[in-house]
């Protein structure tokens, strides 16, 4: 085989590959930050000692949106 196919096909694969990973990567970079923000609201509550009933209900749909993305 001649070395210019070689470098093709390998392009070809990489290419392929590089666009099923990049989905997934975005998808768990999104879960990620979703994952944070709850992590950051969660502290916010635990520091201030009282939990104000808008401080929870905006806990439990972060982690809704958190379960969500990782059912995907």
Same mark, same amino acid.
């Given at each position: 085989?001649?070395?210019?196919?070689?470098?093709?096909?390998?392009?070809? $694969?990489?290419? $392929? $590959?590089?666009?099923? @990973?990049?989905?997934?990567?975005?998808?768990?970079? %999104?879960?990620?930050? @979703?994952?944070?923000?709850?992590?950051?609201?969660?502290?916010?509550?635990?520091?201030? *000692? %009282?939990?104000?009933?808008?401080?929870?209900?905006?806990?439990?749909? *972060?982690?809704?949106?958190?379960?969500?993305?990782? %059912?995907?």
């Amino acid at each position: 085989m001649e070395s210019g196919l070689i470098v093709t096909l390998a392009t070809a $694969v990489l290419s $392929v $590959v590089s666009v099923f @990973l990049g989905a997934k990567y975005r998808k768990w970079l %999104e879960r990620g930050r @979703l994952f944070a923000k709850l992590f950051d609201d969660i502290v916010a509550a635990a520091e201030d *000692n %009282e939990i104000s009933e808008e401080e929870f209900q905006k806990i439990v749909a *972060n982690a809704k949106k958190v379960a969500a993305k990782g %059912e995907e």
